[in-house]
């Protein structure tokens, strides 16, 4: 992960927090791109 998701403040954290109850595909997808993978995940 990059050091631009780590969260620094409690705004920030609260308004992540919202956004993975909002959306949480969106959410977990913009995390995993910033990961290096052999091979792209599957959606089960």
């Not at 992960?1 to 920030?12: D, G, P, R, V």
């Not at 949480?24 to 997808?29: A, G, H, S």
């Amino acid at each position: 992960m990059s050091a631009s998701y780590q969260i620094k403040t409690w705004q920030e954290y609260n308004q992540k927090y919202q956004e993975s109850l909002d959306n949480p595909e969106k959410f977990w997808t913009d995390i995993a791109n910033h990961f290096v993978w052999k091979k792209n995940g599957t959606k089960y």
